[in-house]
């Protein structure tokens, strides 16, 4: 009794201060806030300045020197006349489109992390719809339960009255107070279930502070069932459209290493003056690619675009068994729910409904009672527990087919 009064104090002090929180509402406050997601806002920020700098020219060399200095010697040393000086600049001239290639690189990295964004968008979307309905079927039991302890206290008081008109020996009492008192622990292990699963909800959500909430999404099956195309899938998952990505990468990254295989010009413009004299100074200068013609980095390259082309396999194939056995999960959670489970329960009220109609006859005994009672609960529980699965398998098939939170 008092473990019950205990239950029910705190059920009742929370109610009052519990706010609505539906899927829809708990979805958009993870994505509005979550650290991780402000997290790779930065590595946008990151792309951003990289394909900035891709975009740049090289840089023009200054070069200012003089020649011939010397301290003594005949014919007297005279700067003026005697010294070489030179001023001049070098341009470093890309050739074969690097700058261009070096873009490519650069922006096929940028649009890799948007995708990476927008997958771990997805990712939390996903596990926030799953601890949603984990807290959502928790809740739920531990209110059935609260509603068959009341119930079941009714059970107590008329064999109270029983004993009382010496009709009952007090022995069938205290089996009855048993069963109540555990129907009472079962109740506290089930509020601390779900106070376990809001605070896990709150946790992927992204937040810091954990408020009482009494989650509004019902928990009751769908009425039409679902389905899943593979095709739709494949094209829509941002695993694939990440994976065809970073193999659009790796080919940019070949055509770069290929173009700087190729020697770069270099012009020089200046100014000399030697004996008194001002003349004018220019030219060209490049690498001669006898030993060096970027061979290696080539060869690096194009080993990544055959690393992407089998993760892209890879992908596509986990894309497949995902979607597969998450389709598979909700069908047959479902006949779970629309056939044995709905029957069990029925079965389990109705034994349940005769069992006490019976005892108060006369016609049964005090444990088949209490046996009927106990199978009523535990087939609810059950059933509630497996529509929880159900929701969080469905919420698990809408991320295996790509669909946006």
């Known amino acids: 009794m008092l473990r019950l009064g205990w ?196 946790r992927e959500m992204g937040q810091t502070e954990f408020p009482e909430a009494r989650l509004t999404e019902p928990l009751e099956l769908d009425a039409a069932a679902v389905t899943a195309d593979v095709s739709a899938a494949l094209e829509n998952r941002t695993e694939m459209k990440l994976a065809r990505q970073a193999r659009e990468q790796a080919l940019a990254g070949v055509r770069l290493q290929q173009a700087l295989a190729r020697p770069d010009l270099e012009l020089v413009l200046g100014y000399k003056r030697t004996a008194g004299f001002h003349t004018a100074l220019g030219g060209f200068q490049f690498a001669l690619p006898f030993n060096n013609r970027n061979q290696g980095n080539i060869a690096a390259s194009e080993a990544e675009v055959r690393v992407a082309d089998s993760e892209l396999a890879a992908t596509a194939a986990l894309v497949r068994a995902e ?45 088949r009672l209490l046996d009927a009672e106990r199978v009523r609960i535990e087939a609810q529980a059950l059933y509630y527990r497996t529509l929880s699965e159900y929701r969080q398998s469905v919420a698990a098939l809408e991320a295996a087919m790509g669909i946006a939170p």
């Open 323 to 367: 979607v597969r056995a998450a389709l598979t999960e909700v069908e047959m959670r479902r006949k779970q729910l629309t056939g044995l489970l709905r029957a069990l329960m029925e079965h389990a009220a109705e034994s349940s409904r005769i069992a006490l109609a019976a005892y108060q006859e006369g016609g049964a005994d005090l444990l």
């Open 7 to 202: 239950v029910l104090a705190v059920s009742g002090s929370v109610a009052g201060a519990q706010q609505a929180l539906s899927l829809k509402d708990a979805v958009e406050r993870a994505l509005a806030t979550h650290p991780l997601l402000a997290a790779s806002s930065q590595r946008l920020a990151v792309s951003s300045g990289l394909l900035r700098q891709a975009s740049l020219r090289p840089n023009p060399r200054a070069t200012l020197q003089t020649e011939n200095w010397r301290r003594q010697g005949i014919p007297a040393f005279r700067p003026a006349d005697d010294t070489d000086t030179y001023a001049f600049l070098t341009q470093p001239v890309e050739t074969a489109g690097k700058r261009r290639h070096r873009m490519e690189l650069a922006e096929a990295g940028a649009r890799r992390t948007e995708l990476e964004r927008e997958l771990l968008r997805k990712q939390i979307a996903a596990r926030v719809r799953s601890a949603y309905w984990n807290a959502a079927g928790a809740q739920r039991i531990y209110e059935l339960l609260l509603e068959d302890r009341a119930k079941f206290q009714q059970i107590v008081e008329y064999h109270e009255l029983r004993v009382r008109e010496g009709a009952m020996a007090e022995a069938d009492l205290l089996k009855v107070r048993l069963e109540g008192e555990r129907l009472a622990v079962a109740a506290n292990a089930a509020a601390l279930d779900a106070e376990r699963a809001r605070i896990q909800l709150f």
